[in-house]
């Protein structure tokens, strides 16, 4: 006798796998399209002029970014975990982004910024990548991503680009990523331990 109820949930299983490949395949084919379309706006304009160099650290941080995430959620397939993911290596990629292309602050607490990547990086190891470990290590990432924030502004470090008030806005908009991956984490921990 064939049980109806074991076989709607492989084939529920099943279309979520290709649901997933889907967003994935999409999401490199997106880092792709995106180096591309910067490589063919440098042969129609001078506002867009980027070297070699540009183009590797582009490349480095899309692909690693994404194949980050790939591992981090190979062995878990609890959505809230795998989101929780995702805006991690969201937050990361684009604080080390804006670092990298105009800075938040300056060049010294800047570098501030990306030991809280750092950090996030270490905790989620030191939590071996389980739910509970990577909320504690993303809530840590956040508090360290609002210190660093107030102590620049602490330390009069503003730069003439920047306002008091948009370096605080910069930062929040990260510790409100890093907390949001906090708290996916923490939906997760039930299907996780």
């Known amino acids: 006798?064939?049980?109806?109820?074991?076989?709607?949930?492989?084939?529920?299983?099943?279309?979520?796998?290709?649901?997933?490949?889907?967003?994935?395949?999409?999401?490199?084919?997106a880092a792709i399209l995106f180096l591309v379309a910067i490589f063919v706006a440098m042969q129609f304009t001078d506002e867009v002029n980027w070297t070699a160099g540009d183009f590797l650290i582009a490349g480095f941080l899309l692909f690693g970014s994404?194949?980050?995430?790939?591992?981090?959620?190979?062995?878990?397939?609890?959505?809230?975990?795998?989101?929780?993911?995702?805006?991690?290596?969201?937050?990361?990629?684009?604080?080390?982004?804006?670092?990298?292309?105009?800075?938040?602050?300056?060049?010294?607490?800047?570098?501030?910024?990306?030991?809280?990547?750092?950090?996030?990086?270490?905790?989620?190891?030191?939590a071996r990548f389980k739910a509970r470990g990577m909320w504690r290590a993303m809530l840590v990432t956040a508090v360290a991503t609002a210190l660093v924030g107030i102590s620049a502004l602490i330390a009069g470090i503003v730069p003439s680009f920047n306002t008091p008030f948009e370096?605080?806005?910069?930062?929040?908009?990260?510790?409100?990523?890093?907390?949001g991956s906090a708290l996916l984490f923490r939906n997760a921990i039930s299907g996780d331990g």
């Open 167 to 179: 370096i605080l806005a910069i930062t929040a908009f990260f510790v409100v990523l890093y907390g």
């Open 66 to 126: 994404l194949g980050v995430y790939e591992i981090a959620t190979r062995a878990n397939v609890n959505t809230a975990y795998r989101a929780g993911v995702g805006v991690a290596v969201l937050a990361a990629f684009l604080m080390i982004w804006v670092n990298g292309a105009v800075g938040i602050t300056d060049s010294d607490a800047d570098g501030m910024y990306i030991v809280v990547v750092a950090i996030g990086v270490i905790g989620a190891f030191i």
């Open 1 to 29: 006798m064939v049980d109806v109820d074991k076989a709607q949930e492989d084939n529920s299983e099943s279309g979520n796998r290709l649901q997933l490949s889907t967003w994935r395949i999409m999401a490199w084919v």
